[in-house]
């Protein structure tokens, strides 16, 4: 599994959009690559997830550049509930459905 | 929305006693997960059943762990004899049999805190 390196924390104000950057040097071709979102004492929810380029959800934005050593998650107009840690994960979901987090990236947003 | 739920969400245990948590996936799920956090680190994998197997697991989870799915609906996690080392929130995750468009979607539970003293 490939490992990934993200900033311990952030902070940013409501309405801001908000990008957080996660290195992947050691992706492999057959890795995708996962966001997930978790709040204090709850577990982790699902944000978003690509292979290459750009996806777009209702909730983020993920851009994968061409050689996919990074990605970017982007959250659009931050407010006071999106604080919460953020983890990158990077995976071969075809043949292990583990997920391995990382120490993940706390977003702090102030009002 | 369907959504994973465990019970209970503290539980309170001595060093040696056997624990039991549980865990409802979401009823068209077939893929199960147990992971673990202890407090201020990362959530750990523990294992994945799928089919009444075991079909991965981590060196944590040794022979003092076993799940079951005891029937249709609920997934559990034992833990043998209980150690300090033990106390953590222990998440129960699921996810459909055939993945949708996003193939990593873990539906994850709320949690089971388990202290053990």
């Known amino acids: 599994l490939a490992k990934t390196t993200q900033p311990i924390s952030m902070d940013s104000y409501e309405g801001q959009e908000v990008n957080i950057t996660c290195s992947h040097n050691?992706?492999?071709?057959?890795?995708?690559i996962t966001w997930y979102q978790q709040f204090p004492s709850q577990g982790p929810r699902f944000i978003i997830q690509?292979?290459?380029t750009k996806v777009t959800n209702e909730v983020a934005s993920l851009f994968i550049p061409a050689d996919r050593k990074s990605s970017t998650l982007s959250l659009p107009r931050v407010s006071l509930s999106d604080t919460a840690v953020y983890y990158c994960?990077?995976?071969?979901?075809?043949?292990?459905?583990?997920?391995?987090f990382g120490t993940g990236t706390r977003l702090q947003v102030f009002p | 929305e369907p959504e994973v739920t465990q019970t209970p969400s503290h539980q309170v245990t001595q060093m040696g006693q056997e624990v039991i948590l549980r865990c409802v996936p979401i009823?068209?799920?077939?893929?199960f997960y147990w992971y673990r956090q202890i407090l201020g680190q990362k959530v750990e994998f523990l294992v994945s059943f799928y089919n009444n197997e075991i079909s991965e697991k981590s060196e944590i989870f040794d022979d003092q762990f076993s799940v079951e799915r005891p029937d249709g609906s609920n997934f559990t996690l034992k833990i043998r004899s209980t150690k300090l080392e033990d106390s953590a929130m222990y998440f129960c995750a699921s996810r459909d049999l055939i993945p949708g468009q996003n193939l990593y979607e873990q539906y994850f539970g709320p949690g089971t805190r388990l202290t053990v003293t």
């Open positions: 009823s068209n799920h077939l893929y």
């Open positions: 994960l990077v995976g071969d979901l075809y043949n292990t459905d583990k997920l391995i």
């Open positions: 690509g292979y290459k």
């Open positions: 050691n992706i492999a071709t057959n890795d995708y």
